[in-house]
């Protein structure tokens, strides 16, 4: 059975909306699973389809294994493997976010810990050849690129002989454009299939590339919140922080940019808290992703690329 929350996340009324803006600060934009009649809208219930299918995937490997997810998040995904795992650990630099994990999910062959930012310098906080299976979802593009390699060294350490890594992330092709920078500002860099590919073979001998791939209509909602329009790219949001810039020079340029700035959010906050029709969870499951070879399918268009790094 996948996870679903017991409680609601999200307020119903546009007066708590400023409380929840200070609560996805604080998630780092890191995905909830909700009631049917939480979803916003299909573009939330479709992303977290997305997250989830890759644990989905994950769980052909973690029969009967102990697994780490570094970066485990809101810990759905962990709980989810830990059904069929022998035990199961989360990670997360988020402090809040672990206290979160271990109220929600508990189980005896299940636990989460706390690890700081530093740990990709010092190595994770467990004996070499701890896991047979790490998985980390969704995390390596929030890493500094100078950074990636200890990263992955630090879990190929951790893990027994013959064990693997699962990884994956957003691929770079189907959301940025030429020479632009990861709109996601949690996003220190994206990577497409030849760079993620390149950089997981420095580390492990062995490298399986997989695309996510979702039938047409969940294929265009993910295309459609993530292509981006070359006019704002290029144009509109380079004049913008040039304007910015100026600031100093003419204050009232500062006052004018926050003004559009404020309308602009308030705009968005209160799309986002109409209340909506939640049949849109009707349409779409698991179902409608599917996890290809890269021998199989080209992974150039894919949504996310997944990889299977053996030690």
Known sequence: MYPVLEKPLVPRTLKAKVRVRAQEELWNGRVFPKRRDEWKNQKE?????????AYDFAS??????????????????????????SYAVGIDTSEETIQYCKKRHKRKNLKFKHV??????????????SFD????????EHIHPKNVKGFLSAIREILKEEGLLVISTPNSRLRLLPFQKPWNRFHMKEYDHEELGSLLC????????????ATKMAYMIEYKREKQNPLKVYIVRP??????????????????LKNVEAKRRESKVNKEFVKKDDSF??????????????????VGNCLDLLCVCHK
């Open 45 to 53: 219930y479709v992303l977290y389809l997305r997250h989830l299918k």
């Open 60 to 85: 052909r490997y973690v029969k009967g294994k102990s697994i780490l997810d570094v970066g485990c998040g809101s810990g759905y995904g962990i709980a989810f493997l830990s059904n069929s795992s």
């Open 116 to 129: 700081e930012t530093r740990w990709i310098e010092d190595g994770l906080p467990f004996e070499e050849g």
């Open 133 to 140: 299976v790490c998985v980390s979802f969704q995390v390596i």
């Open 202 to 213: 420095g580390v492990f001998p062995k490298v399986e590339m997989f695309g996510l791939h």
């Open 239 to 256: 004049s913008y922080d040039l304007l910015g810039s100026l600031e100093k020079l003419l204050p009232f340029i500062g006052t004018f």
């Open 281 to 298: 969870v009707n349409l779409f499951s698991l179902k409608d992703f599917r996890v290809v070879n890269s021998a199989e399918k080209d």
